[in-house]
């Protein structure tokens, strides 16, 4: 198993710019994660989907953050446009069933917005 | 709300040495517990999990304690290597269906 496969892992950005990151599951898993991870407020859930479904997009900072599950193999978290405290690691993790099992997590994507 | 807390947020230990690291809950109803451990430029990677059906889960070299009526959790890696210098976070779920909430993280640095 590849595990969950993220990309690019770093990207850099100049302010204003629309980033997106990308994100394959684990196979088989029907729950998809972000999260967002920066020293000053540690590891944030940015939206989960169920079955490529939305669930809870509450994380979700801004009008600027936007996330798709077109099916159950990719996922990605758009940012549009990229300001400078966008700056943070943003992971993408799946499970086979929400809460009920443990999160598998990619290695993340580093985002730079200067 | 439901947070997820960590006493120490650094921990030094000498090779060889039994590391504990502490995590404190709110939320009276979590009912599953996970530690994870995540190396620099690495994603949280999973180590152990416990239910609160439970009050101690062994794995490899690691244990996890669960005292609930303090509502606390500890993660204790035995004979520390180098290879577990770390960040580890704790993870608590309120209830079946809900989401994980992690804690702010502990740093373990193990010495020579």
């Known amino acids: 198993d590849a595990g969950v496969i993220q990309s690019p892992r770093h990207e850099v950005t100049e302010m204003g710019q629309e980033v997106t990151l990308r994100c394959k599951p684990i ?17 944030e859930l940015l939206i989960y989907f169920n079955n490529n479904v939305p669930i809870d997009d509450s994380g979700m900072p801004e009008d600027r ?44 994507t580093r985002l730079t917005v200067t | 709300g439901e947070s997820v807390g960590l006493h120490l947020p650094t921990l030094s230990v000498q090779e060889g040495d039994n590391s504990i690291i502490n995590c404190a809950y709110s939320n ?43 509502k606390h959790l500890s993660l204790q890696i035995a004979a520390t290597q180098p290879g577990d210098s770390a960040v580890y976070f704790c993870a608590s779920r309120g209830s079946y269906g809900q989401n994980f909430v992690f804690g702010p993280g502990t740093r373990l640095s193990v010495l020579p």
């Open chain 2, 28 to 70: 009276s109803a979590s009912d599953y517990f996970i530690w994870y451990k995540q190396e620099s430029g690495k994603g949280p990677q999973f180590i152990i999990d416990i239910r609160s059906n439970m009050d101690k889960r062994q794995g490899q070299r690691v244990t996890v304690l669960l005292n609930k009526t303090v």
């Open chain 1, 27 to 43: 196979s088989g898993h029907n729950s998809l994660f972000w999260y967002r991870q920066t020293m000053m407020r540690g590891l």
């Open chain 1, 65 to 108: 953050f936007s996330a798709k599950m077109p099916n159950a193999s990719f996922s990605t978290l758009k940012i549009q446009p990229s300001e400078p405290r966008d700056s943070a690691v943003y992971f993408c993790a799946s499970s086979s069933r929400v809460g009920g099992s443990p999160l598998h997590f990619g290695n993340g």
